[in-house]
């Protein structure tokens, strides 16, 4: 009994510790947990307005984020630090054996996960979809090829009045568009075969970078043993549709089908790089672009619209604006006409990144030095947050948390990339942000043309959840009607 007291008063006392150093300074690091406390049961909102409160408090200057069991990194909010990183010092940033170990069973060789001669093979492959012919190729035909997704699945709601989640739909359609893209594949395919497997096997993916001893839970967990029969469908579709494709274009090559460069664009791409490729490693390529295009273009859809059905003074103005565009205005001239969609794309992007998180590790085999004085020792992690970052008032003012597109209407000079980090930046930018700004301008003046949509939650600030891209947490419910039923019932728009 003694032992028992004895123990029970030295437990009190060190939480009683804790609770006073805590008092005494929340921003710091409490002993053998570190900063888990701000990270472990809250949500990731929770998480990040906990970096933001930490970055103000720390002057902007880089500091240490101690999460024990899963990582130590050096978080930063310095666009110098970012650009050291990202251009200064490039080649001994990357993203290191904290990253690659936990996801190499889903990204493969694929791009996110590998460099050198690989490297720069499939970021050649990219690039051949980003020039302005193979834009202007993927505005006239390509995207309007994947709209009905988005009509079958608003017309079937409009018709019914039920309430269905915006962001299912917006993920639908750039898969759809992907899937052609980089495979010349057809949607429904990718809908029955590959959504189900690749989103399970996504979560589990997710769940490594925040879990001690990940490899131990999933042997004696049943998620972990689902992630290989998940791994091992995703794995035999994409190299069943590489196949597919090579055949399609050795046909052509053989004089068998006429010769076209409009489809299976990665796959042309690779062919193209120099470098020798097997086909398991240009599934992986392909599933890589695919998860690019797919999560981070579907959630920046699903966040647009968030944003305008929360500032509808701001909806009612862009429906004005697409519906006075004058007719015969092509999807890659779209973006001169609109102007303030376009900001409303811009500052939507600023404050809900797609890619709310990135981190390289140092390779080096010396400690570095970043411009504010920050030792990164060999093997360290620096992290920056682009969500993170869109708050605070060095660079956006004291409104840096307000939705207000005028301000990229207003500004002289729009921010550098590390600045404003939402492409990324460096020889590793986003290759695919101008095909993001096209999407986006394209879907919304399309959608606003031709549906009113309404809130099918209580209004309520929605958050992301924690995983590689900010897919928000509960989707984004919504309701929607065609706005031609509107006119002919006489019933009342939202705005």
């Known amino acids: 009994m003694a032992f028992l007291y004895t123990t029970f008063i030295a437990v009190a006392a060190f939480v009683l510790y804790l609770y006073i ?14 900063h888990l406390h701000h990270f472990a049961g ?15 408090a720390n002057g902007g200057a880089t500091w240490k984020q101690e999460l024990p069991g899963v ?15 990202l251009v200064n010092k490039a080649m001994k940033f990357q993203k290191g054996a904290f990253f690659t170990e936990r996801t190499k069973p889903l990204f493969g060789k694929g791009f996110l996960n590998v460099s050198g001669d690989s490297w ?97 839970f999933e042997r004696v967990l049943p998620y972990g043993r689902s992630l290989s029969a998940d791994l091992d469908e995703i794995r035999k579709f994409t190299r069943r549709l590489v196949q597919e494709a090579l055949g399609r274009i050795r046909e052509e090559e053989e004089g068998a089908k006429d010769p076209r460069t409009d489809t299976e664009l990665i796959i042309r791409g690779l062919l193209t790089s120099g470098r020798e490729m097997d086909e398991d490693e240009m599934a992986d390529c392909c599933l890589n672009y695919v998860l690019a295009g797919r999560d981070s273009a579907g959630d920046a859809i699903t966040w647009m619209m968030y944003s305008l059905l929360k500032n509808p003074s701001y909806l009612t103005r862009i429906i004005a604006e697409v519906d006075s565009l004058p007719s015969g205005i092509s999807n890659n001239d779209l973006v001169n006409h609109v ?65 207000r597109p005028e301000r990229w209407m207003e500004m002289k000079y729009r921010p550098s990339a590390f600045e404003n980090p939402v492409f990324h930046a460096g020889k590793r930018n986003c290759l695919g942000q101008q095909l993001a700004k096209l999407e986006l301008v394209v879907v919304m003046k399309e959608l606003l043309q031709n549906y009113e949509f309404e809130m099918g939650w209580d209004g309520s600030d929605r958050s992301p959840r924690r995983g590689f891209t900010a897919r928000m947490e509960g989707g984004l419910p919504i309701k929607v009607r065609r706005r031609e039923q509107m006119e002919k019932s006489g019933g009342a728009s939202i705005l």
Not at 21 to 34: E, K, S, V
Request: charge should be neutral; glycine fraction near 6%.
């Open 21 to 34: 150093r805590y008092r005494r300074d929340p921003h710091g690091t409490l002993p053998f947990i570190g």
């Open 42 to 56: 809250r949500s990731r909102q929770a998480a990040f307005n906990w970096q933001i409160a930490q970055c103000r």
């Open 71 to 85: 990582l130590t990194s050096w978080f930063t909010s310095d666009p110098a630090c970012i650009k050291y990183v």
């Open 120 to 216: 720069q093979a499939q970021r050649h492959a990219g690039q051949t979809f980003t020039t302005p012919e193979t834009l202007s190729h993927i505005g006239a035909s390509f995207i309007p090829r994947s709209l009905p997704v988005f009509h079958r699945a608003l017309d079937k709601a409009s018709a019914t009045g039920e309430v269905i989640d915006f962001g299912n739909v917006a993920r639908a359609f750039t898969l759809s568009l992907f899937g052609a893209v980089a495979f010349g594949a057809q949607e429904d395919r990718f809908l029955a075969d590959f959504s189900r497997p690749f989103d399970n096997a996504m979560k589990v993916i997710n769940l490594r970078f925040a879990t001690p001893a990940y490899s131990l």
């Open 339 to 403: 102007p303030l969609l376009e900001a409303t794309i811009s500052e939507n992007l600023r404050l809900h990144t797609p890619v709310p998180v990135e981190a390289l590790q140092s390779i080096a085999q010396e400690d570095l030095a970043m411009p504010d004085g920050t030792i990164v020792p060999p093997g360290g992690i620096v992290m920056w947050s682009p969500w993170v970052m869109a708050r605070l008032p060095v660079t956006w003012g004291e409104d840096a948390g307000s939705f």
